[in-house]
């Protein structure tokens, strides 16, 4: 068979060619190594040398003529599949949807909003802070002088070797950073990530999370911050849920307090509140009139206070978890439970 009668045949195939599958298979057998077009450049270098350069020009040739047919044929289907969209063939209205899969909000993600909606109901401000903290904020505007013992609990990775620069070990130095920038009064909560350099097992994680408040204004009191936690409380579980204080020592707040809440798991002692019906709910106190001085503000004003919510342990509590490091592990099987 001669190449016009090749070509011709080739063509016609090209035209029958009923979806893009089927054309891009002719595309290969034609203009493939062992196609119509390969075979015709094989042959070439066999042929007495006076024919082999018409020889190529005609390869050339039938390589342009396939190649142009089996782009006008691509065309042609796109064009009807499109006129086919348009009218509706094929399109079945009553299918259903392809499976989506759906994520969910980590659970501290979930107790974090829901405690920026209680504090913003109340008028607190929400503020962020840097990870990566100046020794200053996170120890010495505390009134954590660099001998004090608090400074061995709280297990610090430094940044750099003068150790000026630490991955925070709490979210209280953005009381510090707050009170700097605002002008009093004011009530601010800060949700963040903190550090902690130590050997990880159920009870401890190098990272975990904690919430700052800070409430500073005239004349506050140790009632202004039992007040507000039951405010708290209330806000989270829809009752008044009873708190008692019991005397705490951080060297930022004078008195210092920790503060339990009533048991909201039972009414007679359970697993969680090991049996005593209260929970520790978190750390707490009159900001130092030091803390106060260092950030600006004068302590004969103006009082405050301030509380730390550990928001890793209120996960846990609140869902049963046993092992904290389950709350940062990404495991799906873990994170699939929580549907929030
Ligand atoms: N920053 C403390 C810690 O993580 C917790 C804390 C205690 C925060 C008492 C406070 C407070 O604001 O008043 O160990």
Redesign the pocket.
């Given at each position: 068979m001669d190449n016009q009668a090749n070509l011709e045949t080739a063509q016609a195939r090209i035209a029958e060619a009923p979806d893009p599958a089927a054309l891009a298979a002719l595309e290969r057998e034609l203009l493939g190594k062992d196609g119509l077009l390969g075979q015709q450049l094989s042959a070439i270098p066999s042929l007495p040398p006076a024919e082999r350069g018409p020889a190529g020009r005609a390869a050339n040739e039938l390589k342009t003529a396939l190649t142009a047919g089996l782009q006008a044929r691509a065309t042609e289907l796109a064009q009807a599949d499109l006129a086919r969209d348009r009218a509706g063939v094929g399109f079945d209205a009553t299918l259903p949807p392809p499976q989506v899969e759906r994520g969910s909000l980590h659970p501290i993600t979930h107790v974090t909003r829901k405690l920026v909606e209680v504090f913003t109901s109340m008028g607190y401000h929400i503020l962020d802070g840097p990870e990566v903290e100046l020794d200053w904020y996170n120890f010495e505007a505390l009134n954590i002088s660099a001998d004090h013992p608090a400074r061995d609990s709280?297990d610090t990775f430094y940044c750099d070797e003068k150790g000026s620069l630490v991955l925070r070990t709490?979210t209280?130095p953005v009381q510090v950073r707050a009170m700097e920038r605002l002008t009093p009064p004011f009530r601010l909560v800060c949700p963040g990530k903190v550090f902690r350099q130590e050997s990880t097992d159920a009870t401890h994680e190098h990272t975990f999370h904690?919430m700052?408040g800070l409430v500073v204004g005239k004349d506050i009191s140790v009632g202004h911050l039992v007040g507000t936690m039951k405010t708290l409380l209330r806000g989270i579980f829809g009752r008044d849920i009873d708190v008692r204080l019991r005397p705490g020592h951080?060297p930022?707040?004078e008195p210092?307090f920790e503060l339990d809440a009533r048991c909201v798991f039972c009414s007679d002692g359970c697993r969680v509140c090991k049996g005593t019906r209260w929970i520790e709910l978190l750390?707490?106190?009159l900001v130092h009139p030091k803390v106060l001085q260092a950030a600006g503000i004068d302590p004969d004003e103006w009082s405050g206070f301030?509380?730390?919510l550990g928001l890793s342990r209120l996960v846990m509590l609140s869902h049963g978890i046993d092992d904290v490091r389950h709350l940062l592990g990404g495991d799906l099987r873990f994170l699939e439970q929580f549907s929030c």
């Open positions: 709280q709490h209280s904690q700052e951080f930022f707040v210092g750390p707490c106190g301030a509380f730390g």
